[in-house]
């Protein structure tokens, strides 16, 4: 287990490592460079985490009270290592570090914990240091293959490679303004979106200004509590936004870390609202990857293992289909046979994943450097929204499934309809959209109607057992 523990973290701190390559300049023998300096500290935030795993927990044993609360306490240390590294070397490092400190149901609780101050409080560039994180873009070849003879398994690549493209993209504030009145223009019909206006007049290239709106963070249920916010239609709305996103629109917010999603009660209505900060990262979905993965998730919802295998490898899963639909759903491969809208999340299902994830880094990098690029960032999407549902208590809920299985029907005829002259045939796939959406509205109906009847009889065993204090 202690073995489990040092890959778990070697392989979190490799993956801010490699996420800082590209910041190392071809100028790496003068000290004064900064990308030197970052790269480092990174290997040395490694070496340092490293051995701490191997010597505290060798000579205990494996499954005692000792072993826990000694574990936790090099998680515990190695976390504050981590959060340590990204907020002395900022740039890729703090987007990598929010990244995880959001993966609630895969990482150990310290590591989430600590690193969660990356999403609110984390630290602010000069201009002067920005331009020189988007200069260092050289020598990275050299460290790659360095750390590839380290870790020959690990192919990362794609991770260099995705950071380079991505990073100037989120500093183009024109952008990322142009960003933000797209995404409400196209996401009008949802009245509990707020997406913060643009105030053109005082933003430049440099500057962006924008209303300025308050709320509390998307995974604080005390917040919620406290303001008496539902948590459960907070959930509900939030896949709704993302579903229609991804798959009607193939325009997606890929920052939605929980900094950049608060919540509010409207002002003047006392309405629960979602406010999306951050528009500077974007994927464009091609009308292809966007179709293969609606209908990869329509299998899945529908527990259509073949159709499942066929559109994974559409999408470059391969042979590691398995573990493919297993990255998406964050579920078990077990789960995934039975059904993931037939069942919750439960503890043991929550443990194995967290224990497999380890084991299989070696193999999840492999899939990662032969999927399209559109889904590294579709991904670390899922990733982050997990999280926090996670943080919610509303992970894997049948209705979060359900309504993307309405966005999905919708995208799929609408995709057929545009492709067909004859009106006939649009008339045909209205009323086949018009039936499955029937069908997803139907099947909810009964999932709401067994929980209540469960409810009822839940109370009236209670009021049995208990008839004096009911």
Known sequence: ??????????????????????????????????????????????????????TSLKSVPYGSEEYLQLRSKVHLRSARRLCELCCANRGTFIKVGQHLGALDYLLPEEYTSTLKVLHSQ?????????????????????????????????????????????????????????????????LKHFDFLKVPRIHWDLSTERVLLMEFVDGGQVNDRDYMERNKIDVNEISRHLGKIYSEMIFVNGFVHCDPHPGNVLVRKQPGTGKAEIVLLDHGLYQVLTEEFRLNYCHLWQSLIWTDMKRVKEYSQRLGAGELYPLFACMLTARSWDSVNRGISQAPVTATED?????????????????????PRQMLLILKTNDLLRGIEAALGTRASASSFLNMSRCCVRALA???????????????????????????????????????KLADRVLALLCWLFPAAL
Not at 417 to 445: M, V
């Open 1 to 54: 287990m202690a073995r489990k523990a040092l890959k778990l973290a070697s392989w979190t701190s490799m993956a801010l490592a490699a996420s800082g390559i590209y910041l190392y300049s071809n100028k790496y023998l003068d000290p004064n460079d900064f990308g030197a300096v970052r790269v480092g500290r990174a290997v040395a935030t490694t070496a340092v985490i490293s051995y701490d795993y191997l």
């Open 122 to 186: 984390a630290p602010q560039s000069s201009m002067q240091e920005v331009r020189q994180v988007i200069r260092e873009d050289l020598g990275k070849e050299l460290l790659v293959l360095a750390v590839k003879q380290l870790f020959p398994e690990f192919e990362f690549m794609w991770l260099v490679d995705e950071a380079k493209k991505n990073l100037p993209l989120e500093l183009d504030f024109l952008k990322e303004g142009r960003n933000a009145e797209k995404v409400s223009q196209m």
């Open 351 to 371: 443990l194995e994943i967290r224990n497999n994830a380890a084991n299989y880094l070696p193999q999840i990098s492999q899939l990662l450097n032969h999927v």
């Open 414 to 452: 609408e995709h057929k309809k545009k492709n067909t002259c004859s009106f006939f045939r649009r008339t045909q796939i209205s009323f086949s959209e018009a039936f499955n959406l029937w069908q997803i509205n139907l099947h909810e109906l009964i999932l709401c109607v067994k929980g209540l």
